[in-house]
Nanobody, 124 residues
Framework: VQLQASGGGLVQAGGSLRLSCAASGGTVRDYAMGWIRQAPGKEREFVSAIRRKDEGTHYSDSVQGRFTISRDNAKNIVYLQMNSLKPEDTAVYFC??????????????????WGQGTLVTVSS
């Protein structure tokens, strides 16, 4: 599965962005899908994930209530709607896919599929 992330950019604090992760060579409903981010000088951290079968969602505490992950099976795209953005949300955001949701949540080194990152910069 190839994953193509897009939608990053520069936004002021309090603003919104929507990231997209387009999949090819596979269908998003066959995998747990998620978003992981890496801020400058920091390790990668889990942001959000959506389960394969029932589309249940998971969020890190830092984004809970502000970010929403969703999946469009017809378009084979996973979205991350980011509202009330804060400067600390500045990072490169990666989309990821795996048969096992846990691997996304813990950012396991064995994660099966990664997309290239898209940069989100939030100015104060």
């Amino acid at each position: 599965v190839q994953l193509q992330a897009s939608g990053g950019g520069l936004v002021q604090a309090g603003g919104s962005l929507r990231l997209s992760c387009a999949a090819s060579g596979g269908t998003v409903r066959d995998y747990a899908m998620g978003w992981i981010r890496q801020a400058p000088g920091k390790e990668r951290e889990f942001v959000s994930a959506i389960r394969r079968k029932d589309e249940g969602t998971h969020y890190s505490d830092s984004v809970q209530g502000r970010f929403t992950i969703s999946r469009d099976n017809a378009k084979n795209i996973v979205y991350l709607q980011m509202n009330s953005l804060k400067p600390e949300d500045t990072a490169v955001y990666f989309c990821a896919a795996d048969r096992i949701l846990h691997n996304i949540v813990v950012v396991d080194s064995r994660l099966t599929y990664w997309g290239q990152g898209t940069l989100v910069t939030v100015s104060s």
